[in-house]
């Protein structure tokens, strides 16, 4: 540190105190910064409006109620809007069990439009309580991924007898 520098931190003299950085006097600073503070959050809430594919689906759950074991397989539908701005598209849908099938569309879904998941559960040879999932990955941005879910009990058939 130089001896002026030195000197201006030692003075007990309010003048020499002077901030050498700060091009405005302080009583402005503070508006400066609440300037610069609002900019980038303009700028920041602009990028975000402009975020990609978005998805949300009306409902992420379906319970079957009581299924007969013996019956058909029963399935339901999950429909899901691209709520963003660019084509949604659903990479995969896993379900957590080989007695859970899910099909999805393989064509991207266009902003503002709807798509359905259909999920099919294969009820033989399962008698009791159940509850599946499915994770849908998709290319948007927020969620990346979202967790379907089905429920349901299985009536034991006539070979539980």
């Not at 809007?81 to 659903?90: A, M, S």
């Amino acid at each position: 540190m130089n001896q002026s520098a030195s000197a201006l931190l030692n003075s007990k003299d309010p003048k020499d105190l002077k901030d050498p950085i700060a091009p405005y006097p302080p009583r402005y600073r503070m508006k400066r910064y609440i300037t610069s503070l609002l900019v980038a959050l303009l700028l920041g809430s602009a990028v975000a409006m402009a975020e990609g594919p978005g998805i949300e689906f009306s409902v992420t759950s379906h319970d079957f109620g009581n299924i007969d074991e013996d019956g058909d397989p029963v399935s339901c539908e999950f429909e899901f809007t691209n709520t963003g701005d660019e084509p949604l598209v659903i990479v995969s849908a896993n379900a957590s069990c080989g007695c859970t099938r899910p099909e999805f569309p393989k064509k991207p879904i266009k902003p503002g439009k709807t798509g359905k998941i259909k999920v099919t559960y294969l009820p033989k040879g399962r008698p009791g309580e159940f509850t599946k999932s499915i994770r849908v990955r998709t290319n948007a941005k927020r969620p990346k991924s979202v967790n379907l879910k089905i429920s349901g009990v299985v009536i034991p058939g006539s070979d539980h007898d």
